[in-house]
């Protein structure tokens, strides 16, 4: 959270710079600041497990990381469409900062939908468990769903992204 929160500051305190201003400042001060906001959510896992917080941390932590990471995605491929990298006669094109802002809208978009369906369909929900071995008992509270599916929704999604930020990490490479 520290190195986050610092990086956040300095790179905020220094944006009129003109590396910093080459390096697309609004759009990594949004990923610093998603970077800053997933820490947080770690904080999160502190406390006792009941209904109420179990969702929460379904919310913050699943959200966070997709925040986190949109805006690093859609700067990426800006920088990819500037450049006109990819084609046989480069073509350049021109995309407004308010078009590169929109293009992060579905990312968040989509893991916000998958959040409700979830939060209506299979909650996160506080679950008992007794353990018995031969000669002693352990009873623990955990966060849980009914079934497998938010799990699997997930990891195909937010797998999905990270698939989607390797690509653009290996077609923007020699740039």
Not at 118 to 133: A, G, I, L
Request: proline residues 3%; hydrophobic residues 50%.
């Amino acid at each position: 959270f520290a190195v986050c929160s610092s990086l956040l500051i300095l790179f905020m305190k220094n944006r009129r710079e003109k590396e910093i201003i080459a390096s697309d400042w609004r759009f990594t001060g949004t990923f610093l600041t998603g970077c800053v906001l997933l820490n947080l959510a770690c904080l999160f896992m502190i406390g006792p497990n009941t209904d109420a917080f179990c969702l929460t941390r379904m919310w913050v932590i699943h959200f966070c990381f997709v925040f986190a990471l949109a805006p690093l995605f859609v700067k990426t491929y800006r920088l990819y469409k500037l450049l006109g990298v990819g084609y046989v006669i480069p073509r350049r094109q021109t995309i407004s900062n308010a078009r590169t802002a929109l293009m992060a809208v579905p990312f968040v978009a989509v893991e916000v939908v998958i959040l409700l369906i979830f939060t209506f369909v299979d909650p996160n929900r506080m679950e008992d468990v007794m353990e018995y071995n031969e000669s002693t008992m352990t009873h623990r509270v955990i966060c849980s769903y009914d079934t497998w599916a938010f799990f699997i929704v997930q990891v195909i999604y937010q797998g999905g992204l990270v698939l989607i930020g390797c690509l653009l990490a290996y077609k923007t490479i020699n740039m």
